[in-house]
């Protein structure tokens, strides 16, 4: 029978790494309760609280790493994000120089949000909708570790909105019980996060993970409602957009058995090549989606 579990966001990594011993071990099939901490730990508490220093252990920290019992490399995983629970608040905020119109950011700034029901109060005038959303998932790579602020062939910081509730994302195991990390959730984030922060916030994320035995997979994948969608990063933005097309083309070949010629023209009308995240291109990666509606699918 399945199992509910909870990790506390004592249980933090700044990385995913193989070296990192499990927080907690796990059955396929069991759901998972994390308390995610936001980007900053915890620390930015006012407005007069900058982000003019960097955090002394890293930035967007994940709750884990989670074992994944019989998990082995070949394997993957797909975790269904059921639930996302926001803190009574989170931050925006602005970093002198820094982000997509960094030449315009003289100052640093912060704006703490509060969440009020389903909208997020910036300032006394002005509310928007939040839209929660988990911004760094994924597994322990087989060689090197990484840090929670980057993404990669094994997940990471892919900062995609479409990492929500009622999403399931896919993701390769790279070594023995997979070592799976959650955080950085955001309240709401707009495509791009041109400043590199959201709505960051405190949260607690429900999950249940499953294990797929021999689903080799190179790159995450993500499932919704009305999509699939592959990702791409690299530092350059048309590279990263090309990763995240050349993984729909050969999806697109598998699933639809497809030729690469009849799926290439498919994919110019039906799939939308898209920017998660581009605070930095150029120096730091640049995240990327291609997405496919399922009533194409046979």
Not at 50 to 67: F, M, V
Not at 191 to 206: F, K, M, N, P, R
Not at 272 to 297: H, N, W, Y
Request: charged share 20%.
């Amino acid at each position: 029978m399945a199992s509910t579990h909870r990790l506390s966001r004592q249980h933090l990594v700044y990385s995913l790494d193989k070296t990192h011993p499990p927080a907690l071990e796990i059955a396929p099939g069991d759901t998972v309760v994390l308390e995610t901490y936001d980007a900053r730990t915890g620390t930015i508490q006012r407005d007069e609280d900058l982000l003019d220093h960097p955090h002394p252990k890293g930035s967007n920290p994940a709750t884990g790493p989670i074992l994944v019992r019989g998990a082995e490399p070949g394997d993957a995983l797909c975790v269904e994000i059921q639930q996302i629970e926001l803190a009574p608040r989170g931050f925006l905020g602005v970093k002198a120089g820094m982000g997509l119109l960094g030449e315009l950011a003289g100052d640093f700034a912060t704006r703490i949000v509060p969440i009020e029901g389903d909208q997020a109060r910036f300032g006394e005038r002005l509310r928007f909708p939040i839209r929660p959303m988990v911004g760094v998932i994924g597994t322990a790579p087989a060689g090197e570790g990484v840090s929670t602020g980057f993404p990669g062939p094994h997940g990471g910081n892919m900062d995609n909105r479409y990492v929500a509730p009622g999403s399931r994302v896919y993701l390769p195991v790279n070594v023995p019980g997979a070592l799976l990390g959650i955080g950085d959730v955001h309240g709401a984030m707009g495509d791009g996060e041109i400043t590199y922060i959201g709505l960051e916030i405190c949260a607690e994320v429900s999950a249940r993970v499953e294990l797929l035995k021999g689903k080799t997979l190179r790159r995450p994948l993500v499932e919704t409602a009305e999509y699939w969608i592959t990702t791409g990063d690299h530092p350059d933005t048309a590279q990263a957009l090309r990763v995240a097309a050349e993984e729909m083309v050969r999806w697109m070949q598998e699933r639809m058995q497809l030729s690469f010629a009849e799926a290439y023209m498919l994919m110019s009308a039906v799939v939308d090549v898209q920017i998660c995240q581009c605070c930095g291109p150029g120096e730091f990666p640049v995240t990327t989606r291609a997405m496919i509606s399922k009533a194409l699918i046979p």
